[in-house]
């Protein structure tokens, strides 16, 4: 049976694309049915790649920003109602999957829209926002971190002292933080800086995840999970996505199978129930391109797991199942 035959009744799901946000900042139509070779996801390649559920980045800056973003998804999700359809639970997603439409779900990157003003937080919310993470990796106060995240290869001596000077949360993160257990709104910890990372899963009490990066002990980048991080988001019933970055996946010799070895580690380190996928097509340089290299390939991904012994039912949780169950309501 071919990959994309066996993955048929599987439902599809990556956590991470800056689509959106890219062609609103190349000045191209924010309308993933706009079919420009130079991006790496729109309508007939999700389609080919069997995409049931998007997780699409709305806003990392000002508030101005996102109200353009969110209304370009929306109108997007109007003019192709047939195809595409903006969902805010998992069984808005399955309603949407049964109807033949691709699931969008609007997610924010970083607060720093917010102003920390935590009316803002309800108000994405309210237009269907549904996981927010708490900074793009920046430090001070709208960053919601005191110290900017590390970004690029760190050996472990040096990461760890780096936790330990680095100062975490600020007082309005723990404030959003509140109000997003309120919601139940996961958090996603993708950019944080470690310290923060440790005190959001030792307090928060929202659902948390960690939409795209990879395993740190195979790819020693900042970006990258140790395996205690893993085994603490895992037993807090998070869930990681794991990124085709090519810097992300090794750090010499980026390739498909490399990308299997950290969905296997993920696995091995978390167990089934905790690793999806957070491609993070469109959102990193443009001439290192991701592995796969765009969302119809994403079935030579699921065809190499399959070689190399991940079963059906595990993978059908890290396609999809996993993801969409932090959505449920
Ligand atoms: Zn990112």
Not at 28 to 44: A, G, K, W
Not at 197 to 215: K, N, Q, R, S
Not at 273 to 293: A, C, K, Q, W
Request: charged share 25%.
């Amino acid at each position: 049976m071919c990959a994309e035959r066996s993955m048929e009744e599987t439902l599809v799901l990556d956590a991470h694309c800056d689509s959106l946000i890219l062609r609103h900042v190349r000045g191209d139509p924010v309308d993933l049915t706009d079919e420009n070779p130079v991006y790496q996801v729109d309508l007939s390649r999700l389609r080919k790649g069997g995409v049931d559920c998007l997780f699409c980045m709305v806003g990392d800056y000002d508030l101005g920003q996102s109200s353009v973003l969110i209304d370009a998804a929306y109108e997007m999700c109007r003019m192709h109602a047939d195809d595409l359809q903006i969902c805010r639970t998992a069984s808005e997603v399955r309603a949407a999957n049964a109807g033949g439409r691709i699931a969008i779900v609007l997610t924010i990157e970083g607060q720093k829209m917010l102003g920390e003003r935590i009316e803002h937080l309800r108000n994405l919310h309210r237009l269907g926002v549904r996981v927010a993470n708490l900074t793009h990796g920046g430090g001070g106060r709208p960053e919601l971190q005191y110290d900017v995240s590390y970004f690029g290869f760190i050996a472990p001596q040096e990461r760890e002292s780096l936790r330990r000077q680095s100062k975490g949360l600020t007082p309005f993160a723990w404030e959003a933080l509140a109000e997003m257990a309120r919601l139940r709104m996961p958090v996603d910890l993708a950019h944080i800086n470690d310290a923060a990372f440790w005190e959001v899963l030792d307090i928060a009490e929202c659902p948390v995840c960690y939409t795209h990066g990879c395993c740190y002990a195979l790819c020693p980048h900042s970006r990258g999970l140790t395996d205690e991080m893993m085994v603490a988001l895992a037993a807090k019933g998070g869930v990681m996505g794991i990124a085709f970055y090519r810097k992300f996946i090794h750090q010499t010799d980026p390739s498909l199978d490399r990308l299997c070895d950290q969905f296997v580690h993920a696995i091995e380190v978390m167990g089934p129930d905790h690793v999806g996928i957070g491609s993070d097509f469109d959102g990193t340089e443009r001439l290192l391109y991701p592995i796969p290299e765009d969302v119809s390939q994403l079935g030579i991904l699921f065809e190499a797991l399959g070689k190399r012994g991940v079963d059906k039912v595990t993978l059908r949780k890290l396609a999809g199942d996993n993801f969409l169950r932090i959505l449920e309501a």
